[in-house]
């Protein structure tokens, strides 16, 4: 068996990036392993969405390398493979709806490339994962915020991707709503098999839904006993 054939979706080797002098990330090491969360926390500024960024390849490091599946994907600044080409989903703070498209329409976006029945499939399974097949029709227009946040979670499961990363997607939703979401995201991971990193600023409405909790703090990964 080849070492890419046993690599975890996601590694992370000695990340370190500064803005403007001050040092964000120090040396971070991270390994995300198929079918587990990891919540991801501490203060607004501390560098928790800079990180996601890198290890999706939106922004880079000033050292470190990403590694998706056991393939390089960034070498210090250098970005050896696209976000597009990681393997990797993303869900914003914001849903980020387009106001055209109907939830269906949201959730089938990223499988262009596919077969129209496979695109099909793949968008049902997504919404019905994200429990919200019966507002496929529905405009961005007419959803709660609870809602919009399942869309966004779908559209991101549709491709499934071998790592998922959330930035505060709980942020701007009810505790009710937060613990939904939050069963919701944990079932995703263990059907779909993919490794998921939420960063999160409550926890607790995370309780029984995660693996293992990592604290950024000084820049550094630091894990968090509960």
């Known amino acids: 068996m080849s070492e890419t054939a046993v690599a975890p979706p996601l590694r992370a080797l000695g990340l370190s990036k500064a803005f403007a002098g001050r040092?964000?990330?120090?040396d971070v090491d991270l390994?995300?392993?198929?079918?587990?969360?990891?919540?991801?926390?501490?203060?607004s500024g501390v560098g928790k969405t800079t990180l996601l960024?890198?290890?999706a390849g939106l922004d880079l490091p000033d050292a470190g390398r990403v590694l998706c599946r056991g393939d390089l994907a960034?070498?210090?600044?250098r970005l050896l493979r696209e976000p597009h080409d990681r393997g990797i989903g993303m869900v914003f703070q914001q849903p980020a709806l387009w106001p055209h498209m109907s939830v269906g329409e949201?959730?089938?976006f990223g499988?262009?490339?596919?077969?129209e029945r496979t695109a099909a499939e793949r968008r049902d399974a997504a919404l019905a994962l994200a429990e919200i097949a019966a507002l496929a029709g529905a405009q961005p227009a007419r959803l709660s915020g609870g809602e919009a946040a399942r869309v966004a979670l779908a559209r991101a499961l549709a491709p499934l991707p071998a790592c998922l990363l959330l930035d505060e997607p709980l942020a701007h939703l009810d505790a009710r709503l937060?613990?939904?979401?939050?069963?919701?995201?944990?079932?995703a991971a263990t059907e779909t098999g993919?490794?998921?990193?939420?960063?999160?600023?409550?926890?607790?409405?995370l309780a029984g839904t995660v693996d293992r909790t990592l604290g950024l703090a000084d820049g550094r990964l630091v894990a968090v006993v509960p």
């Open 111 to 115: 499988l262009w490339r596919l077969d």
């Open 23 to 26: 040092r964000v990330l120090q």
């Open 53 to 55: 960024r890198i290890l």
């Open 106 to 108: 949201q959730v089938a």
């Open 194 to 205: 993919a490794a998921v990193l939420i960063v999160t600023h409550t926890p607790d409405d």
């Open 74 to 77: 960034t070498d210090g600044p």
């Open 178 to 187: 937060r613990r939904d979401l939050a069963a919701t995201i944990r079932r």
């Open 31 to 43: 390994v995300l392993a198929p079918a587990t969360v990891t919540a991801l926390i501490g203060p």
